[in-house]
């Protein structure tokens, strides 16, 4: 007889088939100015046909990684993109009704993968004003979880775990045999990492991401960190030749260019102070701690703010429904202040207009 998974018929999915391309795109927290196009040029000018054709080869990428973290090879392994990563992690250490801990909202993948496989999911709230209690989480560490998913910083709250904060729950967790997850996409956003748990402990991953800073979201490429063991059952899971050859070329190139990453990083931080220095001048809440991306409470109607930015400005931004106390808001992604100032721009002028 034919037959279906019940936990892929029964998943609720999304998909988002939105045509972005002529517009300012602060929606989905991508880089909008992206890399220098020069630099572009630059990398894509040895491409020669033989590259192309050829399937890619994930050994020298993953030395020059390797270098870049400090570490070797037997503790990374190459995905197409952190989430790739995720999943397989959730796959390989949880079982069919096995339990995982969360906290929410988060990035929805961490949900996702959980259902799709069977998983329980357990969330874990944030208080009304946005901040985590992390005797939260640790009251939800019992003797049945087996993974313990954070995010630092999270997406979309932008709060971040202190060095106590962590070491507590982590030390729960080795005291009963948890594995940790610790998904690091925003990373030097906020340059405060834990990667040195998962290059020193075993029972610990951390995944990154080329996607956000390293403005590469359209190549796919990501990596998880882990204890020799661990990461060898990711790899297991991997299909063959599951990372791009244009995305390890690019991405080589921006690894061994650090004036590249740093000025993706000034350009961000003048951006964000940008907007901060905007909002704060012009009466505006917002939250957002770290990560490229802040919750703005409008002064009138969230959704009719995003549906005119698209229609009227080219712009795009998103609403996010009853966060915490600031109720309905907008969620921008930081761009450099150039995509910064256009949308305060197109907020001043909107925000005055719509009636509610």
Request: proline share 4%; hydrophobic share 40%; with cysteine.
């Given at each position: 007889?034919?037959?279906l ?6 998943l ?8 972005r391309?002529d517009?300012?795109r602060l929606d989905?927290n ?11 040029q630059?990398?894509l ?13 994930t050994l020298h990428?993953?030395e020059v990684l390797?270098?870049?973290?400090g570490?070797?090879?037997s ?16 796959q390989?250490f ?5 339990r995982?801990v969360?906290v ?8 996702i993968?959980s259902?799709?496989?069977g998983?329980q999911?357990?969330?874990v709230p944030?208080?009304?004003d ?6 939260r ?7 049945e979880?087996q ?5 630092n910083?999270?997406?979309p709250?932008?709060?971040v ?7 507590r729950?982590?030390?729960v967790?080795?005291?009963?045999e ?7 996409a925003?990373h ?12 020193n402990?075993d ?5 990154r ?16 960190v882990?204890?020799?063991d661990?990461?060898?059952m990711?790899?297991?899971l ?5 990372t ?6 690019i991405?080589e190139?921006v ?6 990453l ?10 964000r ?5 905007w909002?704060d001048k012009?009466g ?10 802040l ?5 009138t109607?969230?959704q ?8 009227e ?5 998103k ?10 808001c907008?969620?921008?992604t ?5 995509y910064m100032k256009?949308?305060?721009d197109?907020?001043k002028e909107?925000?005055q207009k719509i009636?509610?």
């Amino acid at each position: 007889m034919y037959y279906l998974n019940d936990n892929v018929k029964n998943l609720y999915r999304i998909f988002d088939q939105n045509e972005r391309k002529d517009y300012v795109r602060l929606d989905l927290n991508e880089n909008p100015g992206g890399l220098p196009g020069d630099f572009i040029q630059t990398v894509l000018s040895s491409v020669t046909p033989q590259f192309v054709a050829q399937y890619p080869e994930t050994l020298h990428f993953t030395e020059v990684l390797a270098k870049f973290l400090g570490t070797d090879i037997s503790r990374l392994c190459l995905v197409n993109g952190s989430a790739e990563g995720i999943r397989y992690i959730i796959q390989a250490f949880t079982s069919p009704g096995g339990r995982i801990v969360g906290v929410m909202p988060s990035y929805f993948m961490f949900q996702i993968y959980s259902e799709m496989y069977g998983r329980q999911f357990v969330k874990v709230p944030y208080n009304d004003d946005l901040s985590m209690d992390v005797s939260r989480i640790i009251d939800e560490m019992t003797e049945e979880t087996q993974l313990l998913i954070l995010l630092n910083p999270n997406n979309p709250m932008g709060n971040v775990y202190s060095d106590q904060e962590f070491e507590r729950i982590f030390r729960v967790a080795q005291e009963k045999e948890i594995n940790v997850l610790v998904d690091e996409a925003y990373h030097y956003f906020y340059p405060k990492t834990f990667i040195q748990y998962a290059l020193n402990h075993d029972h610990i991953f951390v995944t990154r991401t080329f996607s956000k800073l390293f403005s590469m979201a359209g190549c796919r490429l990501g990596y998880v960190v882990g204890w020799p063991d661990g990461v060898k059952m990711v790899q297991k899971l991997c299909t063959p030749h599951n990372t791009n050859a244009f995305a390890m070329k690019i991405a080589e190139a921006v690894l061994e260019n650090p004036v590249i990453l740093q000025q993706l990083i000034a350009d961000f931080n003048e951006g964000r102070q940008y907007l901060i220095d905007w909002l704060d001048k012009n009466g505006y809440r917002h939250k957002g701690e770290a990560g490229n991306f802040l919750f703005i409470k409008p002064r009138t109607n969230a959704q009719l703010i995003v549906e005119r930015m698209k229609k009227e400005k080219k712009i795009l931004i998103k609403t996010y429904p009853n966060v915490g106390e600031f109720g309905d808001c907008l969620r921008v992604t930081i761009g450099a202040k150039e995509y910064m100032k256009q949308f305060t721009d197109a907020l001043k002028e909107l925000d005055q207009k719509i009636s509610v």
